[in-house]
């Protein structure tokens, strides 16, 4: 099990990316304790991985609030004894996030709040207890448009996933001889509720998938797996990373049709 004696900490762990995480890291046997501010989805991330056998709790967290990151790190060392797996994934992609002109300052701030400085908050909290751990993975969801620009106008969501690539590199710097590696998840579009929401029109998905030459979004199932690799201990010569999961669309020039 790639996972075994460990406790993972993911946030936005009550639907996609999060979720398949959750379920995916218990069954390679970590401790999960899911954070999410959706207290119905989070409990039922933690029964199904209850259900499957494995070790779970759930935690109430808003990770633009300091002081709610910081209850949720804790709580995973007092249930736990230790955190081992911080996987800062929670994050939103608002329906009014556009271009610099059409996008309110509240978007841009509440985007900015939960998507950037709630990676901020996890590592700031989380290290200290991978320090008291030994060391551990930190794994942090960026995506590819924080390589590339976005197709539809996503100004907001860009910018701040362009500030967690930053961020991920800084800290894997500053940390790498403490036994403390700091990787970005770069998911490429996937057919999940928070993208779909967002292309909510044909034409806008087509714009897309048009871009991208395995020709279809990829799954919240895909990404876990990645997160997997990053969070274990066959990931260990690796931090400081962009990992690409986007079924090559940032290798490609031309579009294939």
């Known amino acids: 099990m790639r996972l075994k004696d460990k406790v993972a900490l993911i946030t936005g762990a009550s639907s996609g990316i999060g979720r398949e995480a959750a379920l995916l890291f218990a069954q390679e046997g970590a401790c999960v304790v899911v954070a999410d501010v959706e207290d119905e989805g989070g409990r039922?991330?933690?029964?199904?991985?209850?259900?499957?056998k494995g070790r779970g709790a759930f935690v109430h967290a808003d990770v633009s609030q300091a002081a709610e990151c910081q209850r949720m790190i804790a709580a995973a060392e007092e249930q736990f004894g230790k955190l081992n797996v911080l996987f800062n994934?929670?994050?939103?992609?608002?329906?009014?996030?556009?271009?610099a002109i059409s996008t309110e300052e509240k978007i841009w701030d509440l985007t900015m709040n939960i998507n950037a400085k709630g990676v901020f908050f996890g590592c700031k909290y989380g290290i200290p207890a991978l320090r008291r751990a030994g060391g551990g993975s930190?794994?942090?969801?960026?995506?590819?448009?924080?390589?590339?620009?976005?197709?539809?106008?996503?100004?907001?969501?860009?910018?701040?996933?362009?500030?967690?690539?930053?961020?991920?590199r800084e800290l894997a710097v500053v940390h790498a001889r403490e036994n403390i590696?700091?990787?970005?998840?770069?998911?490429?579009?996937?057919?999940?509720e928070l993208?779909?929401?967002?292309?909510?029109?044909?034409?806008?998905?087509?714009?897309?998938?048009?871009?991208?030459?395995?020709?279809?979004?990829?799954?919240?199932k895909e990404i876990a797996q990645a997160a997997l690799f990053l969070a274990s201990d066959e990931s260990s010569f690796v931090t400081g990373t962009e990992f690409l999961v986007d079924g090559g669309l940032t290798a490609a020039y031309v579009t294939p049709e």
Do not use: W
Request: aromatic share 4%; glycine share 6%.
């Open 44 to 52: 039922e991330t933690v029964s199904t991985i209850e259900r499957q």
């Open 89 to 99: 994934n929670a994050g939103i992609m608002h329906s009014q996030d556009d271009d």
């Open 138 to 168: 930190i794994v942090n969801t960026a995506s590819f448009v924080a390589l590339l620009g976005a197709a539809t106008p996503q100004v907001a969501y860009t910018a701040s996933k362009g500030a967690v690539l930053a961020l991920t």
């Open 181 to 192: 590696r700091v990787n970005a998840l770069c998911p490429g579009p996937l057919r999940t």
């Open 195 to 220: 993208l779909m929401k967002f292309l909510d029109t044909e034409q806008k998905r087509q714009r897309r998938l048009v871009h991208i030459p395995v020709g279809r979004f990829g799954e919240a």
